[in-house]
């Protein structure tokens, strides 16, 4: 099984950077969805940015523009680099890796997550 940890969270004021990283404990070239996702203090988890197999790449509306995700799969690593940061980027990032290996057995990994807080 899979095991992710992020790292990258920290304190940065609006306007800011940060570039989260997600590193896996063995290859996530194969999945079936690969992603970050972000919950804020009192919401639902939402996707933020994510890799769908066969090339598709998704971006929340509210960070298109702002953020990219990428990986480097020689370090089983995937990151997000976010830009422009605004208050409500605010919360914490997960890492997600999933794999339908049969139609009955589906892999799937989370990471503990990493906190994003914004100054304004």
């Known amino acids: 099984q899979v095991q992710l940890v992020e790292s990258g969270g920290g304190l940065v004021q609006a306007g800011g950077s940060l570039r989260l990283a997600c590193a896996a404990s063995?290859?996530?070239?194969?999945?079936?969805?690969l992603g970050w996702y972000r919950q804020a203090p009192g919401k639902q988890r939402e996707l933020v940015a994510g890799?769908?197999?066969?090339?598709?790449?998704n971006y929340a509306d509210s960070v298109k523009g702002r953020f990219t995700i990428s990986t480097d799969n020689a370090k089983n690593t995937l990151y997000l680099q976010m830009n422009s940061l605004k208050p409500e980027d605010a919360g914490v990032y997960y890492c997600?890796?999933?794999?339908?290996?049969?139609?009955?057995?589906?892999?799937?990994?989370w990471g503990p997550g990493t906190l994003v807080t914004l100054s304004s």
């Open positions: 997600n890796w999933r794999l339908a290996v049969t139609v009955e057995r589906v892999l799937e990994a």
């Open positions: 063995r290859s996530i070239s194969r999945f079936d969805t």
């Open positions: 890799f769908v197999s066969g090339g598709t790449t």
